[in-house]
């Protein structure tokens, strides 16, 4: 069973349309992050969170939002998709002591046509 | 500001042959360093982590990383690539508790 379930695992939509992607952990960290992977650019961090009140930009928060529902459950929306959104999605989770490691999600493959 | 470089976006050994990936890292405080595997239509495992206890640190697979504060380096390296090794392999730093910046990622090849 996976501890960090990432749904869906595969979505094309088109230009325009609101798009929501959802994650959900069972390894009770505090702490849960989306990443976006482009080939060649590695991984940027699109958004974290600490806890369900504490919410962070990241590096290319732009054109996108997140909804901590609660501790388990962090979602990453799309509010109008468009074309160079098309991207390999990660969510990942992390304890709170200092030095530990990301736990991934096996990604969510956008495409937006 | 931290920051990840991994030099060569792809390479290639052949099956027994000395794997040797490179990672140069820049951080206004010691960092945490961490090396992560990917492979095809996964998502990232942690191969091993740097947390200033030892300067070689030993990962899964056979993999081991030295820390070396003087190059500013934390290359990833293995006595002998076997075919399973191929994948995409990513250099991480964290020099806080807040998130972790990730190199631009070396494809690995295997040959038979």
């Known amino acids: 069973d996976a501890d960090v379930t990432q749904t869906p695992r595969n979505r094309i939509t088109k230009t325009g349309k609101r798009i929501m992607l959802e994650c959900s952990q069972t390894k009770g960290h505090d702490r849960m992050y989306w990443y976006r992977q482009d080939p060649g650019l590695g991984l940027q961090l699109i958004y974290y969170s600490f806890d369900v009140k504490d919410i962070n930009k990241g590096e290319i928060s732009d054109g996108y939002s997140v909804s901590r529902q609660a501790q388990a459950k962090f979602s990453l929306s799309l509010e109008s998709a468009i074309p160079n959104q098309t991207a390999l999605y990660f969510c990942a989770t992390k304890r709170q002591l200092i030095g530990s490691p990301l736990h991934f999600g096996n990604g969510t493959r956008l495409t937006v046509t | 500001a931290q920051s990840v470089t991994q030099l060569g976006s792809h390479v290639s050994v052949s099956e027994g042959a000395l794997v040797l990936l490179r990672c140069n890292y820049s951080?206004?405080?010691?960092?945490?360093l961490f090396w992560y595997v990917q492979y095809p239509n996964q998502g990232l495992q942690l191969l091993l982590k740097?947390?200033?206890?030892?300067?070689l640190v030993k990962g899964i697979n056979g993999f081991e990383a030295e820390f070396k504060k003087s190059e500013t380096s934390f290359h990833l390296t293995k006595p002998s690539a076997h075919m399973s090794d191929a994948a995409e392999y990513f250099c991480a730093v964290s020099e806080n508790n807040n998130d972790m910046r990730f190199g631009a990622g070396t494809r690995l090849t295997v040959k038979p």
């Open positions: 951080s206004s405080v010691p960092p945490y």
């Open positions: 740097y947390t200033s206890a030892a300067t």
